[in-house]
């Protein structure tokens, strides 16, 4: 069990046991094979190298079959993807292999405590022009909106101590630049998860006959991969800021484009929580309450009682959520979260509740901390680095570095301001970190 949270998954496109030199140098270690694929002059060049391949059956299929087939074979596990993949699970296990579930998103309201929890649904991240204009659509923060998955992961993060997979695949017919795909491997860490890398047709094509820039590309992925394995530490680290926001997944936690990502484009430090974890502890330092959940756990009372705020919607506010397969906001629903974000812009102001970021527009942050020191997390979402961003930081901080890939780590001066610390940061790429103790 202690394996697989190590694994660091991709989507595998041949059956060639050649291809596995493919993975020289980048820390890929585990592949997702389709059923077609399954050969055993493969497998054996797999088991050589340390690298678990892992059948996907899909549950439309014949899973007790399959199953089978794949224990025979020994494959390291399943991946069970797509609809009623819980209902199939129990037939999947009979087999011995270790099960993992690819689901709908509504299927982690009760995620695993512990092994790997997992979904293929999920927005393509980055910036991505509206289909009948060409141009970015703004949200009710009036910042270009982006499509992310980081809030979903960030709630179920706060849920479970498993380790969290995004399956989502590439859109279909289109062939994407390497940095689209750095981007999804960011968004997914932002969050302390992993995504399952997934390549566009033409770049596997391209892959499989060894076009010297698609290896570049495969290459600056898997250094990007490298980079955040070596910050494994990064994963156990805690949501730290003042504000947090209680939410069900009922009231559009397990939505794309909700209330936290919402939150997040503002690089307000969040905690998301469900009510069952609200607790004075997990509410130690908070200052500022976005409650959408029903009811008043009397943590919350101790905000109060300590001279916190409480944010919330007009009574009869209803998430807009259209059907229960909705797991990204429609754009058509957006303006009805306008009401909320101008409560939340009132309650909030221009005041740092533990880090603000200046000058990253574009870009998401998600602050984590150890108890004892800081890790901003920070992933760009434009195609271009981002230049001369700013942090101020609650509190005397001494020690600054900046961490990026390809990159050495890099001593950062600190200054005092009105608040505490202030620290500059040059340039970020796709995805840095600053480290403060």
Request: charged share 20%; hydrophobic share 45%; with cysteine.
């Amino acid at each position: 069990a202690s394996a697989l949270t190590g694994w660091v998954p991709a989507r595998w496109f041949s059956s060639d046991p050649k291809s596995l030199e493919l993975l020289d140098g980048v820390p890929v270690n585990c592949l997702l094979l389709e059923p077609g694929d399954w050969r055993a002059g493969f497998l054996a060049g797999a088991r050589e190298r340390k690298v678990a391949v892992l059948g996907v059956i899909h549950p439309a299929g014949d899973v007790g079959a399959l199953a089978a087939r794949a224990a025979s074979l020994k494959l390291d596990g399943l991946v069970l993807e797509g609809e009623n993949s819980r209902a199939a699970a129990g037939t999947a296990r009979s087999s011995g292999l270790p099960v993992i579930e690819l689901g709908p998103r509504r299927a982690l309201v009760e995620p695993p405590a512990e092994g790997i929890a997992g979904t293929w649904q999920g927005v393509w991240p980055g910036i991505n022009p509206q289909e009948d204009e060409g141009a970015a659509l703004a949200g009710p923060t009036s910042t270009p909106w982006l499509d992310t998955n980081s809030g979903f992961l960030r709630f179920l993060r706060s849920m479970t101590g498993a380790t969290l997979w995004i399956g989502n695949r590439p859109p279909p017919g289109k062939a994407f630049p390497v940095i689209r795909y750095q981007q999804a491997v960011a968004d997914a860490a932002l969050a302390g998860a992993r995504w399952v890398v997934s390549l566009d047709e033409d770049f596997e094509r391209r892959l499989a006959a060894r076009d010297s820039k698609a290896v570049r590309d495969w290459r600056e992925i898997g250094s990007l991969l490298e980079f955040l394995e070596e910050q494994r530490g990064w994963r156990a680290m805690r949501p730290y800021g003042q504000v947090a926001l209680v939410q069900e997944p009922a009231e559009g936690a397990m939505i794309s484009g909700g209330v936290l990502d919402m939150l997040a484009v503002q690089h307000l430090p969040v905690r998301p929580l469900p009510p069952a974890r609200v607790t004075s502890a997990s509410l130690d330092s908070v200052w500022l309450v976005v409650k959408l959940a029903e009811g008043q756990p009397e943590a919350l009372l101790g905000v109060a009682r300590a001279g916190g705020a409480m944010a919330q919607p007009e009574p009869g506010w209803k998430f807009p959520i259209a059907s229960a397969d909705q797991y990204a906001i429609r754009k058509a629903d957006l303006p009805k979260l306008e009401s909320l974000w101008q409560i939340v812009k009132q309650a909030t102001g221009r005041q740092n509740f533990g880090v603000r970021l200046f000058n990253a527009g574009s870009m998401l942050s998600n602050p984590l901390t150890d108890g004892k020191k800081l890790a901003i997390l920070l992933v760009n979402y434009t195609g271009y680095p981002v230049e001369a961003i700013t942090v101020h930081l609650l509190g005397t901080w001494k020690k600054v570095r900046l961490l990026a890939p390809g990159r050495a780590p890099r001593e950062l001066s600190p200054y005092p301001t009105r608040d505490g610390t202030g620290v500059e940061i040059d340039t970020v790429g796709v995805l840095a970190a600053v480290e403060v103790e």
